[in-house]
């Protein structure tokens, strides 16, 4: 904790200093948009809007001895609930559990899990992502990366071992 408040006094100060923050939340700030919208694109621009929003608002933030994460989880929901409003103006408020924190734990590891993909190897992760996020075939992989769909199983099969191995086991 105190290691973050001094992490955020200096990015306050300074707002080059911000790419640490911006590196030590974005998995969780992530997680936490693609869980309500399930759009990546969607996820990946709200997300962008969330740490820009943060950067230009930093030197209005407090240090109040709560994870930094929470303040930008706020400004996530609010960006949510604005883009929501912008699609459909009689639609019930969608993140009404947003700032629950027995959410939190979910986003602590959809975080990890980002991590933990973003640390294979570029086929292993591209094979990943293709498979699970974007929802293709082996064969459409294959083809894409010129190469049988058996090479592609063995890679997707080698990045979930990698994965289950650095996640303790695989719960």
């Not at 706020?74 to 459909?88: H, V």
């Not at 959410?103 to 699970?132: C, G, N, Y």
Request: aromatic residues 10%.
């Amino acid at each position: 904790m105190e290691q973050e408040r001094l992490l955020i006094e200096a990015a306050q100060k300074d707002a080059s200093r911000f790419a640490a923050l911006y590196e030590n939340n974005f998995e969780r700030v992530y997680a936490f948009v693609v869980r309500r919208v399930r759009d990546r694109h969607e996820a990946e621009d709200l997300t962008a809007e969330v740490f820009q929003h943060a950067l230009a608002n930093l030197s209005r933030f407090e240090w109040r001895g709560v994870p930094f994460a929470v303040w930008l989880y706020r400004i996530a929901a609010n960006a949510i609930a604005d883009r929501w409003k912008q699609l459909s103006r009689e639609s019930p408020n969608p993140v009404s559990d947003d700032l629950d924190q027995a959410a939190w734990p979910d986003i602590e590891r959809r975080a990890t899990l980002f991590q933990l993909v973003d640390s294979l190897p570029v086929d292993q992760r591209s094979v990943i992502i293709k498979r699970f996020v974007e929802q293709r075939s082996i064969r459409d992989i294959a083809q894409e990366f010129g190469r049988s769909e058996g090479a592609i199983k063995q890679l997707q099969y080698r990045a979930l071992e990698s994965l289950r191995a650095r996640a303790g086991g695989g719960q």
